[in-house]
């Protein structure tokens, strides 16, 4: 049956019966694997590994709940990340529980294959309840002043189960495709088939990383393609209709593999300026602070860019005035910056935050590419 847009869309087996490894599409899976080489290379290297676990996730959830819509700033966003105890807003709660939901989906691919239970569980976390596949008609993807559908998803658990069953053995099967390609396929897939009724883009861009990761690429979940998402959102959309009205599955794969390329060669350049902000930072510590050697201080500063005297004081095991004497000392320098919140003294690493919010810059598309990016 031909698609049409305002009929429920019963999603096609995958892998499609084409060939979807042309030559440009393997020249370009090439390159992502290498980028994605150099991006597990230069996170192996970090001194403080807990850098790239702790800020990385947070900046990715931001952007990936900025797609849909939930918009909360940088700054809140890490100042709560450090003390959830403090008063947030709604949009940066939901933001946080999509890390959270990262990390849920982390453990689980670390014990056993990424199935469709383990979509539900980070959808559920993100969320915030229980979520379920959808069983009701009426889900509406489309223009919301109009009400003119631009797709409308497959109708039925029985059916959303039956389809969530191929996109398992797809993802797991000896069919031979590169794993960058497989990830390309099965995150359309999912989106085609828009399991739950709300939070499916989130818990998709969660699943990509996943399949890196089980897949042997990355060993920690820190590449992340909201950022290029966001930068090319029109195009985003529409290659993943494409796919669907057109079966043009190489624009969106070459889409895909270039938001890989750009993103893995963008976080290297982020780890390298951590890096060497860390070791600036260091030796400031050694010359202005009685802290010496005392490597705790160094991770705490850069664990998240916020930090309070309280938690100087459980990280590094020293007294309140000794902890304070050196947040103190690093604000004299130029280090940090001394913010009051309310009655909370907040010492901000300012530097460390702008090297993890700035766009690294890794250049436009390359020539040939796809226009829409």
């Known amino acids: 049956m031909t698609w049409q847009p305002d009929v429920p869309y019963d999603v096609p087996p995958v892998p499609p019966a084409l060939d979807v490894e042309s030559r440009t599409v393997l020249k370009a899976a090439v390159e992502a694997r290498a980028a994605l080489a150099g991006l597990e290379q230069a996170s192996l290297r970090i001194p403080n590994p807990s850098v790239l676990i702790n800020a990385i996730p947070l900046l990715e959830a931001q952007a990936s709940s900025e797609i849909e819509n939930i918009v909360t700033t940088t700054d809140e966003l890490?100042?709560?990340?450090?003390?959830?105890?403090?008063?947030?807003?709604?949009?940066?709660?939901?933001?946080?529980?999509?890390?959270?939901?990262?990390?849920?989906?982390?453990e689980r691919v670390r014990r056993r294959p990424l199935t469709a239970v383990t979509a539900a569980e980070i959808c559920?976390?993100?969320?915030?309840?229980?979520?379920?596949?959808?069983?009701?008609?009426?889900?509406?993807?489309?223009?919301?002043?109009?009400?003119?559908?631009?797709?409308?998803?497959?109708?039925?658990?029985?059916?959303?189960?039956?389809?969530?069953?191929?996109?398992?053995?797809?993802?797991h099967a000896d069919h031979g495709l590169d794993p960058l390609v497989v990830m390309a396929i099965a995150h359309y897939q999912f989106?085609?088939?828009?399991?739950?009724?709300?939070?499916?883009?989130?818990?998709?861009?969660?699943?990509?990383?996943?399949?890196?990761?089980?897949?042997?690429?990355l060993s920690q979940p820190i590449l992340y393609l909201s950022r290029f998402i966001i930068e090319n959102k029109s195009a985003y959309y529409e290659l993943l209709l494409a796919v669907t009205a057109e079966g043009d599955w190489e624009s969106w794969i070459l889409f895909v593999l270039e938001g890989l390329r750009r993103t893995a060669l963008s976080t290297v350049r982020k780890i390298d300026a951590i890096s060497v902000l860390e070791h600036r930072v260091r030796e400031t510590i050694r010359?202005?602070?009685?802290?010496?050697?005392?490597?705790?201080?160094?991770?705490?500063?850069?664990?998240?860019?916020?930090?309070?005297?309280?938690?100087?004081?459980?990280?590094?095991?020293?007294?309140?005035?000794?902890?304070?004497?050196?947040?103190?000392?690093?604000?004299?320098?130029?280090?940090?910056?001394?913010s009051r919140v309310g009655r909370d003294r907040l010492f901000v690493n300012a530097a460390f935050l702008e090297v993890l919010t700035r766009d690294e810059g890794v250049g436009p598309a390359r020539t040939g590419e796809p226009k829409l990016f």
């Open 124 to 171: 559920s976390e993100i969320k915030g309840r229980e979520m379920e596949v959808r069983s009701q008609p009426g889900t509406f993807v489309g223009n919301p002043v109009t009400n003119e559908a631009v797709y409308t998803p497959p109708v039925g658990a029985d059916v959303i189960h039956r389809l969530l069953a191929q996109w398992e053995q797809f993802i």
């Open 191 to 217: 989106e085609a088939i828009h399991p739950f009724e709300d939070g499916n883009g989130r818990t998709g861009r969660i699943l990509n990383v996943l399949l890196l990761v089980e897949a042997g690429l």
């Open 287 to 338: 010359s202005v602070t009685t802290a010496g050697s005392n490597s705790d201080l160094l991770t705490v500063l850069f664990e998240q860019p916020y930090c309070r005297i309280a938690t100087v004081v459980g990280a590094c095991g020293v007294s309140r005035p000794t902890a304070t004497a050196w947040l103190n000392a690093l604000v004299a320098a130029g280090v940090l910056i001394d």
């Open 78 to 106: 890490f100042r709560v990340a450090r003390d959830e105890s403090t008063s947030a807003t709604p949009e940066t709660k939901e933001t946080l529980r999509y890390r959270q939901a990262l990390f849920l989906g982390f």
